[in-house]
Nanobody, 116 residues
Framework: QVQVVESGGGLVQPGGSLRLSCAASGITFSLDAMGWYRQAPGKQRELVATIITSSGSANYADSVLGRFTIARDNAKNTVFLQMNSLKPDDTAVYYC?????????WGQGTQVTVSS
């Protein structure tokens, strides 16, 4: 059974940094992509960043471009999200996603709160 577990969320002041981690276990195949999504209260879940596991090619939402960096460790089926220059608008539950063909696997989410 595939499990996706996020860690690293918390409370940070505006302008601060956080690093999220996500590990997928129970994997017996090579994932196609991993990524991060977020959902703020009253809003729909939105893409933050994704990365193709084979090539390392990354895609970012315009709102985080230049501030967030996604990276992966294929050997450990792990993906990271380095978040810098955080803003109050970045406050949300961050979800990790792992993709294989037409299957999507989601974590439970980790709360990120940016507030002074």
């Amino acid at each position: 059974q595939v499990q996706v577990v996020e860690s690293g969320g918390g409370l940070v002041q505006p302008g601060g940094s956080l690093r999220l981690s996500c590990a997928a276990s129970g994997i017996t195949f090579s994932l196609d992509a991993m990524g991060w999504y977020r959902q703020a209260p009253g809003k729909q879940r939105e893409l933050v960043a994704t990365i193709i596991t084979s090539s390392g090619s990354a895609n970012y939402a315009d709102s985080v471009l230049g501030r967030f960096t996604i990276a992966r460790d294929n050997a450990k089926n792990t993906v990271f999200l380095q978040m810098n220059s955080l803003k109050p608008d970045d406050t949300a539950v961050y979800y990790c996603n792992a993709q294989f063909r037409h299957w999507d696997y989601w974590g439970q989410g980790t709360q990120v709160t940016v507030s002074s």
